[in-house]
């Protein structure tokens, strides 16, 4: 039973997204970005070596930080917290087949990540990996981590920047345009700043010190219908919804023709990334 999180029993519009997309999320989307997720690991590894043991994972969506650190480092445990109980319920489901030393030592909670269900100065350290650029305030979440971690806790995350072009999302936006229907923002409820260190400062103004930050790159290689797929049942899934089978079926096959005429290496989503760890200060 994972522990319920109440805020006068209003769901907000990203909690019942997230329910609903889980699925399609731990099938088509958590693939795509687990390497540069669990890349996020080695940020902190030289602080687990030096002895920190109790671990957050701020919007552990389907577990893949969760299961990883567990079966990384013996030692350690890890408490997961998502505003989605769908997203709970698979990382929950997906943990199972853990070892049960393993599945013992991590807990799920939900709750939102700018209100952590959790007490002050209970972590040494706090992961968060694409999950800052989708909640409503980066700054009122960072603050929430300092509060969660102990005096001199770390706190690394990694986020996407801005830039970037991917040939498969111009071919869906086409295929949108030709059916009748708007393009989509790129930025629509995203926070995705220009550069690593707007985010740095961002962190020691938060409270942090020692901050540093480190460039990478998403890279991953889709087939036209593992990209469908994406866009349908997880990316764009709340306009698929709406459409009527008719509407569906021909936006779906005009995507397709358009995907198996780009060239294979078109295919291939490259994005830029960013890496920011810093250590909670003495200060405030």
């Known amino acids: 039973m994972i522990p319920a999180w109440h805020d006068w029993g209003v769901m907000t519009d990203q909690e019942v ?25 080695d940020e902190v590894a030289p602080v687990v070596a030096a002895g920190a043991t109790r671990i957050l994972d701020i919007g552990c969506g389907t577990g893949t930080l969760l299961r990883a650190a567990a079966q990384r480092w013996p030692q350690v445990r890890i408490t997961g917290v998502d505003i989605s109980a769908g997203m709970l319920a698979v990382a929950d489901r997906g943990l199972a087949d853990l070892p049960p030393a393993d599945r013992e030592r991590i807990t799920l909670l939900r709750g939102p990540a700018a209100r952590l269900p959790v007490p002050d100065g209970t972590f040494d350290v706090a992961l968060s990996a694409f999950v800052l650029q989708l909640v409503p305030s980066r700054f009122r979440a960072i603050l929430d981590a300092r509060r969660a971690l102990a005096v001199g806790g770390t706190l690394a995350y990694v986020t996407w920047l801005a830039g970037g072009a991917f040939a498969a999302d111009e071919a869906y936006d086409a295929a949108l345009v030709a059916s009748g229907m708007e393009p989509r923002d790129p930025g629509e409820d995203r926070d995705e700043p220009p550069a690593p260190g707007v985010l740095a400062a961002q962190l020691r103004r938060a409270g942090f010190e020692g901050v540093t930050t480190r460039e990478g790159e998403l890279d991953h290689r889709f087939t036209p219908e593992g990209y469908l797929a994406f866009v349908s049942r997880f990316d764009d899934e709340d306009l698929f919804a709406t459409l009527d089978e008719e509407a569906r079926t021909k936006l779906e096959a005009d995507l397709m023709a358009r995907l198996c005429a780009l060239p294979q290496d078109d295919l291939r989503m490259r994005l830029p990334i960013a890496y920011v760890a810093g250590r909670r200060s003495r200060k405030g």
């Open 17 to 41: 997204r997230y329910d609903r997309i889980a699925e399609g999320y731990a099938r088509f989307w958590a693939p795509a970005h687990r390497p540069s997720t669990l890349a996020l690991l």
